[in-house]
């Protein structure tokens, strides 16, 4: 049985002018001790769908359509799916999360500086994370602290420190430190290196990595880097406009993309092995999630777009064993059949 169990779930916002689908029929699975990536341009939808794993989704957000399974249990899906009014759905995500989060699923921050609380000191904030969770003394709490900073590599003098005291490397330990802090059975890592330095974030990377494998936790990594999707997993989800566009192993996915935009995605970062060549860069910007275009999503600005991609919406292709695509031209991309069309 898989840890995390994401089955068509769709996520919506109510805004003034409409709703934006901000995350639609999104299907994944993840096992124990695997790292997913997912990765897309901003706004494709990523840190929504981590949000909805963890139901940290704002006031006007809602999951409308499927479920999330983790650990065996169904934690999240509509009113229908979960047979649960909304006053009952509301109880039960109340009742659930308080447990679920930290000590089964922790996140990683994107902005560490922001994620933390600037006027109270980083150890008494990872301690208290700890015995909200579990029943023990503030000096148990605190020799935990030293624990997890020692794992993460963080100097135990620091435990007093405040967050402005802290560099911008460290500051991500500490949040690393923080998503350690109950054994969680998976951590959620959004854009964990984005304020680094290269060298910094290799570092880090190289952390987090070692710390999974030590630890046997599962990891989503969402980011708009593929350089470190390649360097931490194992799967990869290539997300546009809210839809999963290509997903399966990180090799096939690299070796043989089956999907323009993941194609475009992949061009567009520079590798130091083969020959040199230029960048690529997509054409466009991405669509209005309040008003798409029809049929498939990225056809505006597809080069392979024919007439059926603007009146149709494409159906997933397996185009080999666990290897997917969104697209209705998946199987002859993969086989170098397609010419471009503009």
């Known amino acids: 049985m898989a840890l995390l169990e994401i089955d068509n779930v769709s996520v919506h916002y109510g805004i003034q002018r409409g709703t934006v689908k901000a995350v639609e029929k999104v299907t994944l699975k993840l096992d124990r001790g695997e790292t997913l990536g997912l990765v897309g341009e901003s706004g494709c939808g990523k840190t929504t769908a981590a949000y909805a794993i963890t139901r940290l989704l704002p006031d006007n957000g809602d999951i409308v359509e499927g479920t999330i399974t983790f650990d065996g249990t169904v934690i999240a899906g509509s009113e229908e799916e979960m047979a649960l009014s909304p006053r009952k759905r509301k109880k039960f995500v109340e009742n659930t999360m308080v447990d679920f989060r930290w000590d089964e699923v922790a996140m990683i921050f ?120 390649a360097e931490v997993a194992e799967k990869i989800g290539i997300m546009y406009a809210g839809r999963i566009f290509e997903y399966g192993d990180i090799d096939a996915v690299f070796e043989r993309p089956a999907n323009p935009y993941a194609m475009g995605l992949l061009a567009s970062f520079p590798s130091i092995i083969g020959e040199k060549k230029p960048l690529y860069s997509i054409p466009g910007s991405p669509p209005d999630l309040a008003n798409p275009p029809s049929g498939c999503k990225f056809h505006p600005r597809c080069k392979y777009a024919k007439e059926i991609c603007k009146d149709q919406e494409p159906e997933t292709i397996e185009v080999e064993p666990n290897h997917f695509s969104l697209c209705h031209f998946a199987l002859e991309l993969f086989n170098g059949q397609l010419k471009e069309v503009r």
């Open 110 to 229: 994107q902005s560490a500086m922001n994620a933390f609380n600037p006027v109270f000191k980083v150890g008494d904030q990872i301690a208290e994370a700890i015995r909200a969770h579990d029943d023990i003394t503030k000096q148990e709490a605190r020799k935990r602290v030293l624990e997890l900073f020692k794992l993460v590599g963080l100097d135990s003098e620091r435990i007093d420190g405040y967050p402005h005291e802290y560099s911008g490397g460290m500051r991500q330990r500490g949040m690393i430190a923080m998503a350690l802090a109950c054994n969680p059975k998976l951590i959620i890592a959004d854009e964990p290196t984005t304020a680094l330095d290269v060298i910094m974030q290799d570092r880090v990377l190289a952390e987090i990595r070692d710390l999974q494998r030590k630890l046997g936790m599962a990891m989503i990594i969402i980011t708009h880097d593929i350089s470190v999707v």
